[in-house]
T-cell receptor
Framework: GQNIDQPTEMTATEGAIVQINCTYQTSGFNGLFWYQQHAGEAPTFLSYNVLDGLEEKGRFSSFLSRSKGYSYLLLKELQMKDSASYLCAVRPKAAGNKLTFGGGTRVLVKP | EAQVTQNPRYLITVTGKKLTVTCSQNMNHEYMSWYRQDPGLGLRQIYYSMNVEVTDKGDVPEGYKVSRKEKRNFPLILESPSPNQTSLYFC????????????FGPGTRLLVL
């Protein structure tokens, strides 16, 4: 089966750093995605990891450890507009682009 | 502008009345997919398509049908909607290769009474 776990909700202060963890147990692994979703809107792509290590993209970084079935998304210098849900998704198969999503982590940024 | 469009954006219907939600993309993507999103359950895949005339079930296909007669369009059909299909639906598309990000449509909010 497929199991992807992430915390339901996190709160942080503007200007701070927040780390969103994602653990997965899937029948296969061919990459992990992070998406951002503002309330009532479509998810938008943030990052993709397929090899172990850290990928940095401006204020956002994503880390992957395949041996531990673990990833995190790091949001630095938080801004109010970062208040959103963050979705972790695993691509289990090499063929096609099927994604299995976690339940999402709602991040609330306070002034 | 590269985009995925869905129609309608909002729909209220009654149990048993057949409906179709359209999805269209202008990026020449091979892969298209339908998801539903429910509180606490995240995004769950309903059906997907690898290319024209190639479709397959996702994780929650019961009560839904799809077709892929043209590359750009991937309609979702509810033959006999029931209240448990009340949800937020997203269509997504991407190139078929590994690691390609999926682009999501704006969503269709469906209420079945």
């Amino acid at each position: 089966g497929q199991n992807i776990d992430q915390p339901t909700e996190m709160t942080a202060t503007e200007g701070a750093i927040v780390q969103i963890n994602c653990t997965y147990q899937t029948s296969g692994f061919n990459g992990l995605f992070w998406y951002q979703q503002h309330a009532g809107e479509a998810p938008t792509f943030l990052s993709y990891n397929v090899l172990d290590g850290l990928e940095e993209k401006g204020r956002f970084s994503s880390f992957l450890s395949r041996s531990k079935g673990y990833s995190y998304l790091l949001l630095k210098e938080l801004q109010m507009k970062d208040s959103a849900s963050y979705l972790c998704a695993v691509r289990p198969k090499a063929a096609g682009n099927k994604l299995t999503f976690g339940g999402g982590t709602r991040v609330l940024v306070k002034p | 502008e590269a985009q995925v469009t869905q129609n309608p954006r909002y729909l209220i219907t009654v149990t048993g009345k057949k409906l179709t939600v359209t999805c269209s993309q202008n990026m020449n993507h091979e892969y298209m997919s339908w998801y539903r999103q429910d509180p606490g359950l995240g995004l769950r895949q309903i059906y997907y398509s690898m290319n024209v005339e190639v479709t397959d079930k996702g994780d929650v296909p019961e009560g839904y049908k799809v077709s892929r007669k043209e590359k750009r369009n991937f309609p979702l059909i509810l033959e006999s909607p029931s209240p448990n299909q009340t949800s937020l639906y997203f269509c997504a598309s991407s190139y078929a290769g590994g690691g390609e990000t999926q682009y999501f449509g704006p969503g269709t909010r469906l209420l079945v009474l």
